[in-house]
């Protein structure tokens, strides 16, 4: 089992930033594919921005120049650095990372709990 633990989020004022940290643990053997998704209520998860293990990334257009997603590999951590905050921003974020626990193991999936983010003056 693997294990995402998620901080960093609160309440900012529109323009203001936020930086987001997740980090796994746990049964890992190596960690492929991280990022981050947010749902809103009544609404489906969508990605906000991803990273693979060697530094390509994926962002939505809605947070494209704003948004900054990196990792430290050796920490099997993401972070998300959130600029110029939006009222629209607002919501529930989830990290989430694709894991091996073995050199021939399947990926997997796994979620962090989530953590709330309030874009609001």
């Known amino acids: 089992q693997v294990q995402l633990v998620e901080s960093g989020g609160g309440l900012v004022q529109p323009g203001g930033s936020l930086r987001l940290s997740c980090a796994a643990s746990?049964?890992?053997?190596?960690?492929?594919?991280m990022g981050w998704y947010r749902q809103a209520p009544g609404k489906q998860r969508e990605l906000v921005a991803h990273?693979?293990?060697?530094?390509?990334?994926k962002y939505a257009d809605s947070v494209k120049g704003r948004f900054t997603i990196s990792r430290d590999n050796a920490k099997n951590t993401v972070y998300l650095q959130m600029s110029s905050l939006k009222p629209e921003d607002t919501t529930v974020y989830y990290c989430n990372a694709l894991t091996m626990s073995g050199l021939d193991s399947p990926l997997t999936s796994y979620w962090g709990q989530g953590t709330q983010v309030t874009v609001s003056s």
């Open positions: 990273i693979s293990s060697t530094g390509r990334t």
């Open positions: 746990g049964s890992i053997f190596s960690v492929n594919v």
